[in-house]
Antibody, heavy 117, light 112 residues
Framework: EVQLVESGGGLAQPGGSLRLSCAAS????????MLWVRQSPGGGLVCVSR????????GYADSVKGRFTISRDNAKNTLYLQMNSLRDEDTAVYYC??????????WGQGTPVTVSS | DVVMTQSPLSLPVTLGQPASISCRSS???????????LSWFQQRPGQSPRRLIY???NRDSGVPDRFSGSGSGTDFTLKVSRVEAEDVGVYYC?????????FGQGTTLEIK
C-alpha cells in the first residue's frame, strides 16, 4: 500500500524558514517524480515544486522560485522541501504527492504551515 | 501557465439525480505523446484530494462507475450519473500536459 507521510509544518515568522519532509513507502520511490502541492485557506490547489526520480531535474512555481528548494534521499525514501524567506501568502497545507506520469495518483495527509508574526 | 476554468463553482443536486461539471483550459492539453493529461479529483470535507479520473476518461481503481469523464482538446466534463450522499465535496480538474500542472478553482457539490 502506498503511503506518504508529511512532517515539519508549523508556525514560522515572515522571513523565516521551515523544512518539510515526506516519508514514502509501498512503492519504489526512485521510480517516480514527486511533487509538493499546497492548498491555501481559500481552497485553491497549487503545484509548488517537483523533482525527478533520480533527483537530476526539478521545477518550481514562479511564486516560490529562488526561495524554496526541493530535494530527495532515495536511500531513505524521503522527499524534502526547504522553505526560506517565508511570506504570509505561503500559509497553506502542504501535500506530498506522487506523480504517476503527468497526473497525481497518491496524496499524503498534508502538513499545515502558518506564516505569521 | 495554463488556466483551468471550472463551472459551475457551486452545484446543489438532489440525491439520485445527475450532476455535471465543466472544465476548460486556456490551451490544448494534447501532449507530445498523443495523450491528453486531464485528471479529476474529489476532496471530501477534512480529507486530502483523491484522484477519480486520469487521461480524460480513465477511472481509478475503486471509483464507482457512476463517475465518468469526457472531452478533448480544451473542453472537458465530469459527470455523476446518480448523486449519492458520499459524493458531497469539492471537485477539481487538473492539467498535467504543461508544467506547472494547474488546477481549476474547484466545484462544490452539495445535496439540495
Amino acid at each position: 500500500e502506498v503511503q506518504l507521510v508529511e512532517s515539519g509544518g508549523g508556525l514560522a515568522q515572515p522571513g523565516g524558514s521551515l523544512r518539510l519532509s515526506c516519508a514514502a513507502s509501498g512503492f519504489t520511490f526512485s521510480n517516480n517524480w514527486m511533487l509538493w502541492v499546497r492548498q491555501s485557506p481559500g481552497g485553491g490547489l497549487v503545484c509548488v515544486s517537483r523533482i525527478k526520480g533520480d533527483g537530476s531535474d526539478s521545477g518550481y512555481a514562479d511564486s516560490v522560485k529562488g526561495r524554496f528548494t526541493i530535494s530527495r534521499d532515495n536511500a531513505k525514501n524521503t522527499l524534502y522541501l526547504q522553505m526560506n524567506s517565508l511570506r504570509d501568502e505561503d500559509t497553506a497545507v502542504y501535500y506530498c504527492v506522487r506523480d504517476s506520469g503527468w497526473s497525481l495518483d497518491y496524496w499524503g495527509q498534508g502538513t499545515p504551515v502558518t506564516v505569521s508574526s | 501557465d495554463v488556466v483551468m476554468t471550472q463551472s459551475p463553482l457551486s452545484l446543489p443536486v438532489t440525491l439520485g439525480q445527475p450532476a455535471s461539471i465543466s472544465c476548460r483550459s486556456s490551451q490544448s492539453l494534447v501532449y507530445s505523446d498523443g495523450n491528453t493529461h486531464l485528471s479529476w479529483f474529489q476532496q471530501r470535507p477534512g480529507q486530502s484530494p483523491r484522484r477519480l479520473i486520469y487521461k480524460v476518461s480513465n477511472r481509478d481503481s475503486g471509483v464507482p462507475d457512476r463517475f465518468s469523464g469526457s472531452g478533448s482538446g480544451t473542453d472537458f466534463t465530469l459527470k455523476v450519473s446518480r448523486v449519492e450522499a458520499e459524493d458531497v465535496g469539492v471537485y477539481y480538474c487538473m492539467q498535467g500536459s504543461h508544467w506547472p500542472y494547474t488546477f481549476g478553482q474547484g466545484t462544490t457539490l452539495e445535496i439540495k
